[in-house]
């Protein structure tokens, strides 16, 4: 069957992870700009980054030369409302020019309206725990459909909500470094009340995008959260899997917990105590397809202590992650078969170490061979008829990795912070040459 020619090969980016001008042309703060310190290896902030705010021309030329059909940008909400009720128009002006380049270059604009970086006026009000933040997102979202809408027409509503709310606000591991156990609510029900919330603000953005979008919308959520490949090829096997990746107990580790209400309507018995019947309709508003990032499946990790499956030597990625070669195939089976909506992967690459070499040259043949690995992966799933609209790799540059800094590569193209030097990267190339054949030769 291969690949369709409306397949969307293509990339992705972070508003924080990228843009740097982090206080400039009225930019409020967010968490990250915020709190973040003592927090970051080496100290390292996203004050700068890649500077993509002021090399975003340079940047999407690159992106054509790559041959990218899609781009998955992020909108930074602290940049567009600085403060409550205060729209920066010089930041929503950045994003009405990025589209804009991004169209010109013939690459179509994936819009995602919240990546992370909470503005601090709403961490002050109680952040993902305070109640009146749906209200807040339903006016942001508002104002970037007026901004974008007659030239984006793919809208994702969250990324990683596991990452933001689990390592947010249970583990304390990522902004706003806040514990399960903060102040006087126990763990779980404070998880529940974060829930809601991401529920109804999702909820909210979806029935706007729906009635105001000009262009006509497709609309989703990015997801990650803990993943599991078969051992082996039997039906038993299979069904095990499919048992550890949506558990009946599940909490903000597992898929299930957030997209079993959003797109089936089944709220747990804990969060529905907390949810009304007009809420409850509003949380599962019609979706058209779902994101998932996946970079490994979890059969092998250790960090909670000794796995039998690990074996010496077994080969991972810079960030320590173990490379599973099968994981998009079993991803877009799984998620395909418990939601029945299209798939795209908005994210998958790997960290590797990365250096210019001689000839101003970055060879990274490591990450092409994953890429080859996991994008047969992929194939085998389109082969097999499961609806997938795209691929998008993760990320295009190199740029901030959260809590470890600038240490860890996963971009296509190497960037050299001290000077913003841009420089494709072997894997770059053939990535560029990958999309030209449509994967007809992975």
Not at 144 to 170: C, H, P, Q
Not at 382 to 407: M, N
């Amino acid at each position: 069957m291969g690949f369709s020619n409306e397949f969307l090969w293509g990339a992705s980016g972070t508003a924080y992870q990228m843009e740097g001008a982090y206080n400039l042309d009225g930019k409020g703060s967010g968490i990250w700009d915020a709190l973040s310190g003592g927090h970051i290896k080496h100290g390292d902030n996203g004050n700068i980054a890649c500077d993509h705010y002021h090399c975003y021309k340079e940047d999407i030329a690159l992106m054509r030369q790559m041959r990218l059909k899609a781009y998955r940008f992020s909108v930074s909400w602290p940049r567009v409302m600085p403060q409550k009720n205060r729209i920066n128009e010089k930041g929503i002006q950045f994003y009405k020019n990025l589209v804009q380049e991004l169209t010109d270059a013939g690459i179509t604009p994936l819009c995602v309206l919240y990546d992370w970086n909470l503005p601090m006026w709403i961490h002050k009000e109680g952040g993902w725990g305070w109640e009146g933040i749906s209200k807040e997102f339903a006016q942001f979202t508002e104002i970037m459909l007026e901004a974008l809408s007659d030239r984006v027409s793919v809208w994702i509503t969250f990324n990683e909500v596991a990452s933001f709310i689990g390592k947010g606000y249970m583990t304390g591991e990522y902004a706003p470094f806040e514990s399960g156990e903060a102040g006087t609510m126990h763990a779980f029900q404070r998880l529940c009340r974060l829930t809601k919330n991401v529920f109804v603000a999702h909820g909210k953005a979806v029935r706007i995008i729906r009635k105001k979008a000009v262009l006509p919308p497709k609309i989703g959520i990015a997801m990650d959260g803990m993943f599991f490949i078969p051992w082996e090829e039997t039906e038993q096997e299979i069904e095990k899997a499919r048992k550890r990746m949506f558990p009946d107990n599940a909490d903000y580790r597992f898929g299930n917990w957030w997209l079993d209400p959003v797109i089936k309507g089944r709220v747990s018995p804990d969060l529905a105590n907390m949810i009304s019947n007009e809420e409850e309709k509003l949380i599962s508003q019609p979706l058209d397809f779902i994101g998932y990032n996946c970079y490994k499946a979890n059969n092998y990790d250790d960090d909670y202590g000794r796995n039998e499956a690990v074996y010496p030597g077994m080969p991972r990625t810079a960030m320590d992650w173990p490379i599973t070669p099968d994981a998009l195939y079993w991803a877009v089976r799984f998620y395909q078969e418990r939601y029945r909506i299209p798939i795209l992967i908005a994210d998958n690459g790997m960290a590797n170490v990365d250096f210019k070499m001689q000839g101003n040259m970055v060879h990274d043949q490591q990450r092409i061979q994953y890429l080859k690995k996991y994008l047969n992966g992929l194939k085998r799933a389109v082969d097999e008829g499961y609806q997938i609209l795209g691929y998008l790799y993760g990320s295009v540059f190199d740029k901030f990795e959260w809590t470890e800094g600038y240490d860890k590569r996963f971009g296509l193209i190497y960037v050299d912070y001290r000077t913003q030097e841009r420089i494709p990267k072997d894997s770059a190339v053939w990535y560029a040459q990958m999309i030209h054949e449509n994967g007809a030769n992975l």
